[in-house]
């Protein structure tokens, strides 16, 4: 398994928070030249649910391990954005 697939889709501190509906990892089929392109999602039920992960001492602790190392080699980079769902439409069953 790819060492960025194996990071995020193995048990999670985060699977366990009250407030989180799902983590979903996600990997672009159209593989350019080397490089795997790997998304996350996580989705919470609310702004509140994710402060509460954010401000977490596990979620903490997590990023103070980290704190000054560099960044394993198969990451690239990194973007975090925030995202307000709108719509939800699920597909119709037959």
């Known amino acids: 398994m790819d060492l960025a697939l194996e990071r995020f889709t193995k048990e999670s ?3 366990v928070m009250d407030g ?3 983590r979903t ?3 672009n089929r159209k593989k350019q030249e080397d490089v795997e392109e790997v998304i996350v ?10 402060k509460n992960w954010e401000k977490s001492d596990v979620h903490i602790q997590g990023h103070r391990q980290n ?3 560099p960044k394993p080699d198969y990451i690239i980079s990194t973007t ?6 709108k719509a939800v439409k699920e597909g119709v069953k037959k």
Do not use: A, Q
């Open 80 to 85: 975090v954005n925030m995202y307000e769902v």
């Open 25 to 27: 990892v996600m990997v």
């Open 41 to 50: 999602m996580i989705r919470w039920e609310s702004v509140e649910d994710w």
């Open 13 to 15: 501190p985060v699977d």
């Open 20 to 22: 989180l509906i799902d």
């Open 67 to 69: 704190n000054g190392k």
